[in-house]
């Protein structure tokens, strides 16, 4: 009977916590299709915004717990194939672009298929060991969670705003083409991970961080559409930063 018990595998909670969170960021995309579907579309966004919250939590319990492995890699990107490629194609689709019909679920297909590319893509640079240095400090394109929030900038806009003219079908299906083009280009973003700011500028920093997050409370439509536009907007100044960086390494 004591041999039995000894031959059994036990896991400890650390050590499937991480794939658990996982797991709920998927459910968190499924839901965002189901609620868009419905026609509740700020809690569609809101489901794809924890989803994202998500997905940057479960890397770091791996961590803490000291839990990563191949297995979670693959499985985070297949969940993020799910809730930032698949989920937004749906919820815009919902929104608008099925106002054109066919041209609408084409484009919806094309853009979750940028986001699985731009996945497969990034797990296989992460084991290339021939990356130059330089690039650890960008993205190669646009992440697949910044991609979601990206292109759902047109249904953000109208919640915010109401104005009708950003539940055109041509503006979603423009922002979907643009964004997954972004997610499969090789063009340098920012990574706020590598950000370094100065000692003198960190106070101002924080005081900016709190202010955003208390106008975020009573205006949060409008917050989060200039967040995604200030993001577009990062995207020629990182490649002036590429570019000089990489003057620098090459010589």
């Known amino acids: 009977m004591n041999n039995k018990v000894e031959n059994k595998k036990f896991f400890t909670l650390g050590k499937i916590l991480p794939a658990m969170i996982t797991l709920a960021s998927v459910a968190a995309g499924m839901t965002a299709i189901l609620?868009?579907?419905r026609g509740e579309f700020e809690k569609a966004v809101i489901?794809?915004?924890f989803a994202g919250f998500l997905d940057g939590f479960d890397g770091r319990v791996a961590r803490w717990f000291k839990t990563s492995s191949q297995f979670g890699i693959e499985l985070d990107s297949l969940a993020d194939s799910i809730s930032f490629g698949v989920a937004p194609a749906f919820v815009l689709f919902f929104f608008s672009a099925n106002n054109i019909k066919s041209i609408g679920w084409v484009v919806a297909i094309l853009f979750a298929i940028?986001?699985?590319?731009r996945l497969a893509r990034f797990n296989t640079m992460t084991q290339d060991k021939k990356i130059p240095e330089y690039w650890s400090f960008f993205f190669t394109g646009i992440p697949a969670p910044g991609g979601a929030m990206l292109v759902l900038t047109p249904l953000v806009l109208f919640i915010a705003t109401g104005e009708e003219v950003f539940k055109s079908p041509l503006i979603a299906i423009s922002f979907m083409i643009l964004v997954g083009f972004l997610m499969i280009s090789r063009i340098p973003t920012l990574s706020l991970k590598k950000i370094k700011l100065r000692e003198e500028i960190m106070a101002p920093v924080m005081l900016l961080f709190v202010v955003v997050l208390g106008l975020a409370y009573f205006h949060f439509w409008y917050v989060l559409s200039v967040?995604?536009?200030?993001y577009l907007f990062t995207i020629p100044y990182t490649c002036m930063k590429f570019l000089k960086m990489k003057k620098e390494f090459e010589g």
């Not at 940028?114 to 590319?117: D, F, G, Q, R, S």
């Not at 967040?227 to 200030?230: D, E, S, T, V």
């Open 35 to 37: 609620l868009a579907s």
């Open 47 to 49: 489901a794809i915004i």
């Open 114 to 117: 940028c986001c699985v590319l």
């Open 227 to 230: 967040i995604a536009i200030l």
